[in-house]
């Protein structure tokens, strides 16, 4: 066999012996009470859009798009969910102590502003993701405010 066929051939079964790797779903159902439009003081805007853009890797609730059933791909999301969620989890935002809450906001306002989140491989998937100027400073001035209230609280 030309060694260009036996690559190939090797290329298929390996993309075909990946699809069997075990995956998880990260799916907790209903709105928790932990869940931060429950905990501090939100704009259903503002909760609306870190739904579309975050919550898919920030949250115990993803949606799971047709591609997502193909790895290597869902080895990615499961990579990205996990540690996403290990960051910042806002299905279980009021579990947090208030200093966490502070330091977690302002980590966002920053993530946003320095157009780390959401991460650029997700953005490219998901329209609906790439925040207009507007949005993010919506986004970061909420942020800013919460935490600036909580501070004042403790
Ligand atoms: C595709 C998955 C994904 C999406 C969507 C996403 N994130 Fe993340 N996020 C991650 C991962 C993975 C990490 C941890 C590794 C890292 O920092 O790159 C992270 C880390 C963070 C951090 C920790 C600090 C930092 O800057 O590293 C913050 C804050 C954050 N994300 C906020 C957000 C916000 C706000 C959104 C929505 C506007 C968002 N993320 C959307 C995957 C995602």
Redesign the pocket.
């Given at each position: 066999m030309r060694l260009i066929i036996k690559i190939l051939l090797a290329i298929v079964i390996l993309f075909i012996a990946i699809q069997f790797i075990p995956s998880s779903e990260n799916i907790g159902g209903q709105e928790s009470v932990t869940d931060i439009s429950n905990t501090v003081i939100m704009p259903s805007k503002v909760h609306s859009l870190?739904k579309n853009?975050?919550y898919?890797?920030?949250s115990n609730n993803t949606y799971y798009p047709w591609y997502s059933k193909i790895q290597p791909v869902r080895l990615m999301m499961d990579t990205?969910v996990k540690?996403?969620k290990t960051?910042?989890n806002f299905s279980e935002f009021g579990s947090y102590s208030t200093r966490s809450q502070i330091s977690?906001l302002k980590?966002?306002a920053?993530?946003?502003k320095d157009n780390?989140?959401?991460?650029s491989?997700?953005r490219l998937m998901h329209k609906g993701?790439n925040?207009s100027d507007e949005e993010k400073n919506l986004i970061i001035n909420w942020a800013l405010q919460t935490s600036d209230r909580l501070s004042t609280k403790k």
């Open positions: 870190l853009a975050c898919d890797c920030h990205h540690e996403g960051e910042i977690k980590g966002l920053n993530s946003i780390i989140m959401p991460l491989s997700y993701a925040l």
